[in-house]
């Protein structure tokens, strides 16, 4: 059974950068699973933030995001992780990993079959 971990968020002033992880167990490799990042804001549907598929093809869906945001992964460490710099406050959510087995990049929640527990980011001064 695949299993992910968040690493912890935490709360972050406007304009600073954090890296969240999501790290993977129960599986052979993240060569064979998609993995998306999707927040969740208080109030507000689940949605699709960043994803890098099986194949090392990356997105990011929110016109918000833009180039804030960078996807990466580590082969090695069974880990992707999200880079976020230059944070603003509407990026206050919690944020969860998912993942999807060998199918390409989705914005829809429904498509991915594991899920983490989630991490919650804040940003405020």
């Known amino acids: 059974q695949l299993q992910l971990v968040e690493s912890a968020g935490g709360l972050v002033q406007p304009g600073r950068s954090l890296r969240l992880a999501c790290t993977a167990s129960?599986?052979?490799?993240?060569?064979?699973?998609?993995i998306g990042w999707f927040r969740q804001a208080p109030g507000k549907e689940r949605e699709g933030a960043s994803c890098i598929s099986h194949s090392n093809t990356t997105v990011n869906y929110l016109d918000s995001i833009g180039g804030r945001f960078t996807v990466s992964r580590d082969i090695a460490k069974n880990t992707v992780y999200l880079q976020m710099n230059r944070l603003k406050r509407e990026d206050t959510a919690n944020y969860y990993c998912?993942?999807?087995?060998?199918?390409?990049?989705?914005?829809?929640?429904?498509?991915?079959?594991?899920w983490g527990q989630g991490t919650q980011v804040t940003v405020a001064s």
């Open positions: 998912a993942a999807r087995r060998g199918a390409a990049c989705s914005a829809s929640a429904v498509s991915y079959d594991y």
């Open positions: 129960g599986f052979t490799s993240l060569e064979d699973y998609t």
